[in-house]
C-alpha cells in the first residue's frame, strides 16, 4: 500500500508474543488501544495496522478494500519477518480485517479473536446500509446520539454510545472513508473462507 495512507505500528520486544490489534471503522488506532498498550507493552510485541484514511487526518484519496487491507499488512510483515503471530484481535471492521488475514494463511494465525463482527453479505442492503452507518458514526462525532433502532441492534440499548465510541474515534475521519468501511465490512461472506483453522474467540 502507499506509504501515505498506510502505516503499520510495533511496540515491544520482538522476541516476546507476537499480537496483531486491528482496530475499528472511524476508530483511531492509538485512542482505540492506549490503555491495551500501556498495559501488555512489557510482555508482548504488538503489531497495530493503522487503516487507510483514518490517520489523524482527512485523507480524500484514500480507498478502503478489505484484500488490499490484508495485503499491505502482510508486506510489512514479511518485511519485519515476521511469519507468524500468537493471536489477532479485531474490533468491528478489524475483525473483519484479521478474519481475512487468517484465512489467506499467508501470516499463521494461532488465535483469533472476533469483538463485534459482521460477517453476512448483506446483499442488495450493503450500499443502504452502509449509509445509514456513515450518518450515525458522524451523528457521534457530533456529540449526538444514534437512531434508537441502529442503537438496539449495535449493542448500546440502555447505553451512553457517545461516551463509549467518541473517545476511540478519530475526529477527522471522512464521510467516504466512513462509507468505504462500512460498505466492505457489510459484502464480506464468511461462508466463502475455508482455511479458518486458528482456535476462534468471538465476542
Same mark, same amino acid.
Given at each position: 500500500?502507499?506509504?501515505?495512507?498506510? %502505516?503499520?505500528?510495533? *511496540?515491544?520486544?520482538?522476541?516476546?508474543?507476537?499480537?496483531?490489534?486491528?482496530?475499528? !471503522?472511524?476508530? $483511531?488506532?492509538?485512542?482505540?488501544? +492506549? %490503555? =491495551?498498550?500501556?498495559?501488555? @507493552?512489557?510482555?508482548?510485541? !504488538?503489531?497495530?495496522? +493503522?487503516?487507510?484514511?483514518?490517520?489523524?487526518?482527512?485523507?480524500?484519496? #484514500?480507498? *478502503? #478494500?478489505? !484484500?488490499?487491507?490484508?495485503?499491505? =499488512?502482510?508486506?510489512?510483515?514479511?518485511?519485519?519477518?515476521?511469519?507468524?503471530?500468537?493471536?489477532?484481535?479485531?474490533?468491528? &471492521?478489524?475483525?473483519?480485517?484479521?478474519?481475512?488475514?487468517?484465512?489467506?494463511?499467508?501470516?499463521?494465525?494461532?488465535?483469533?479473536?472476533?469483538?463485534?463482527?459482521?460477517?453476512? %453479505?448483506?446483499?442488495? @442492503?450493503?450500499?443502504?446500509?452502509?449509509?445509514?452507518?456513515?450518518?450515525? &458514526?458522524?451523528?457521534?462525532?457530533?456529540?449526538?446520539?444514534?437512531?434508537? $433502532?441502529?442503537?438496539?441492534?449495535?449493542?448500546?440499548?440502555?447505553?451512553? +454510545? =457517545?461516551?463509549?465510541?467518541?473517545?476511540?474515534?478519530?475526529?477527522?475521519?471522512?464521510? @467516504?472513508?466512513?462509507?468505504?468501511?462500512?460498505? +466492505?465490512?457489510?459484502?464480506?461472506?464468511?461462508?466463502?473462507?475455508?482455511?479458518?483453522?486458528?482456535?476462534?474467540? *468471538?465476542?
Amino acid at each position: 500500500m502507499r506509504k501515505d495512507t498506510y %502505516n503499520c505500528h510495533f *511496540i515491544g520486544n520482538k522476541r516476546n508474543p507476537k499480537i496483531i490489534l486491528v482496530h475499528g !471503522m472511524g476508530f $483511531y488506532w492509538k485512542k482505540c488501544f +492506549e %490503555n =491495551i498498550i500501556e498495559k501488555l @507493552k512489557d510482555k508482548y510485541f !504488538m503489531i497495530i495496522p +493503522e487503516l487507510p484514511g483514518h490517520r489523524n487526518e482527512e485523507d480524500k484519496k #484514500a480507498k *478502503i #478494500a478489505i !484484500m488490499n487491507i490484508v495485503s499491505g =499488512i502482510e508486506a510489512v510483515l514479511r518485511k519485519k519477518k515476521v511469519d507468524s503471530v500468537d493471536l489477532a484481535y479485531g474490533i468491528s &471492521f478489524g475483525a473483519t480485517i484479521v478474519t481475512e488475514l487468517c484465512d489467506r494463511q499467508i501470516i499463521h494465525v494461532s488465535m483469533l479473536v472476533l469483538d463485534g463482527a459482521q460477517f453476512v %453479505n448483506m446483499g442488495w @442492503k450493503c450500499k443502504i446500509s452502509a449509509f445509514v452507518m456513515t450518518l450515525q &458514526f458522524k451523528r457521534i462525532l457530533s456529540k449526538k446520539y444514534m437512531n434508537s $433502532y441502529v442503537k438496539k441492534q449495535l449493542g448500546y440499548e440502555n447505553k451512553d +454510545e =457517545i461516551k463509549i465510541l467518541s473517545k476511540m474515534m478519530n475526529d477527522k475521519i471522512g464521510l @467516504k472513508t466512513l462509507y468505504q468501511s462500512a460498505y +466492505e465490512c457489510y459484502k464480506y461472506n464468511i461462508l466463502k473462507k475455508t482455511c479458518l483453522s486458528s482456535s476462534i474467540l *468471538i465476542w
